[in-house]
């Protein structure tokens, strides 16, 4: 069979179940958004990699290497803050054509350093090869924890409240504007959340360390398929309102203009980097108030039921919505 006959989902499955743990330091191997490692009594590693490809995840037409160096940073970034970590080293691992002007590369590690200056992170070292066809970028970030503050996909309970920081498709309304050549929107925060997304540390961070969230994911794939994740690993259902969806003024301004759908890519459009969390419902206020004193918006969108895996998406009358397309799948 096909890799695009099984998928990219059953291919991971496929990869766990043939795969045994070796060490017993090993707290979470395949299947969370980071690796967890115990270090000591209190203390967890947090290990993570990611791979941004020219043609699949960028265009050089439409970004640049400094962003294109910020962005890898930032996803990575990204998979530590939803596990509640803080970041610590990467490693980076370029595969590029002989052609590319030294310029670029020099550009793209300038995009990384800014990051890394941002987040307080080393590089450690990587790999150089010669690619036959386009660009490709792999970091891997370690992070650390304390082992009692790590969040995982797997917490989710019946009644608690599903929550997202800032605001969900804009990144895949801003990648829509860039494939039609909407460039004279250059400065527009929806393209500028396609290119240079903010990872969600230090809101995570605060998250763990109040202990507000039962299970917690970043959103790479899609608001739906990311938070059917956390369903999976849970063994549980959610139940989520469409009017309760956090949509940007530039969403409202901008999305009747590039989607056939007005919640299409707030539902299922990737690389918003926010975080889906899910919470009792008793810590709200805690919520609030240390939302409160952060830049950045969190809504309340659903909440947990207890079927398992069950999904429902309801409109502002109560009506199920049906979801063509959940999220972005590689294969
Ligand atoms: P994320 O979107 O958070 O980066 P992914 O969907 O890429 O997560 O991966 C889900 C899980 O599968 C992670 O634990 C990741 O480490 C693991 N994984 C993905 N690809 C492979 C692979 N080829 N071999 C082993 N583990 C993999
Ligand atoms: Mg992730």
Do not use: W
């Amino acid at each position: 069979m096909q890799l695009k006959q099984v998928g990219e989902f059953r291919l991971i499955d496929i990869i766990t179940r043939q795969t045994a743990r070796y060490h017993p330091s090993v707290i979470q191997a395949i299947g969370d958004d980071s690796a967890v490692v115990k270090m000591d009594i209190k203390e967890c590693l947090l290990i993570t990699t990611d791979i941004l490809k020219e043609g699949i995840h960028f265009q050089q037409e439409y970004t640049s290497p400094y962003l294109l160096g910020k962005k890898c940073i930032s996803i990575n970034l990204s998979d530590i803050a939803a596990m509640g970590g803080t970041p610590l080293y990467y490693l980076v691992s370029l595969i590029v054509p002989a052609s590319t002007p030294s310029e670029f590369v020099k550009k793209l590690y300038r995009g990384m350093n800014t990051q890394a200056k941002n987040f307080k992170i080393s590089l450690l070292g990587g790999d150089t090869i010669a690619s036959q066809d386009g660009i490709s970028i792999a970091i891997t970030l370690l992070g650390k924890a304390a082992k009692n503050h790590v969040i995982y996909r797997r917490g989710a309970r019946k009644r608690d409240l599903v929550c997202v920081t800032g605001f969900i498709g804009d990144s895949a309304l801003g990648l829509l504007m860039l494939e039609k050549k909407h460039f004279k929107f250059n400065r527009n925060s929806l393209i500028r959340k396609h290119l240079d997304p903010i990872p969600r540390i230090e809101e995570a961070k605060k998250i763990s360390r109040l202990r507000i969230a039962s299970s917690m994911i970043d959103i790479s794939d899609g608001l739906i398929s990311d938070l059917r994740h956390i369903l999976s690993q849970s063994k549980v259902g959610a139940r989520i309102q469409l009017s309760s969806l956090p949509l940007s003024r530039q969403y409202k301004k901008y999305c009747s203009d590039l989607s056939q759908e007005f919640y299409q890519p707030a539902l299922s459009g990737g690389e918003d980097y926010e975080l889906i969390f899910t919470m009792n419902p008793r810590n709200r206020l805690k919520l609030e108030k240390l939302f409160k004193k952060l830049s950045t918006p969190v809504t309340c969108i659903g909440e947990i039921t207890e079927n398992p895996e069950e999904l429902i998406v309801l409109d502002k009358n109560g009506r199920h919505i049906s979801i063509e397309k959940e999220g972005y799948t590689h294969f």
